[in-house]
């Protein structure tokens, strides 16, 4: 079975900082791309900050320059270090993957989200 795992969600003082981890594991033959999005009450999820399957980053306009994306691929894992918070970065994130389970078979695998709440 394959699963992603997130951990490093809470509550932060604005200006503060966060680290969030996201693991993928069951049978995974390689990950074609992986990361983060984010959903705040009322809204619609976005994405955060992902990897492309070329291995490119791309990052939402309002986390630029305060968010950084990374991975370990050794661990199938990818982190979210999100610097300089804001109210407005309360949302539970949500890690996502693209995932190459087996000859010529996808997979998408959303993770059971992390809530990040951020205090003025």
């Known amino acids: 079975q394959v699963q992603l795992v997130e951990s490093g969600g809470g509550l932060v003082q604005a200006g503060g900082s966060l680290r969030l981890s996201c693991t993928a594991s069951?049978?995974?033959?390689?990950?074609?791309?992986m990361g983060w999005y984010r959903q705040a009450p009322g809204k619609q999820r976005e994405l955060v900050a992902a990897?492309?399957?070329?291995?490119?980053?791309n990052y939402a306009d309002s986390v630029k320059g305060r968010f950084t994306i990374s991975r370990d691929d050794a661990k199938n894992t990818v982190y979210l270090q999100m610097n300089s918070l804001k109210p407005e970065d309360t949302a539970v994130y949500y890690c996502?993957?693209?995932?190459?389970?087996?000859?010529?078979?996808?997979?998408?695998?959303w993770g059971q989200g992390t809530l990040v709440t951020v205090s003025s």
């Open positions: 996502n993957a693209d995932l190459v389970v087996g000859p010529d078979r996808y997979l998408e695998v």
């Open positions: 069951g049978s995974i033959f390689s990950i074609n791309a």
């Open positions: 990897f492309t399957s070329t291995g490119s980053t």
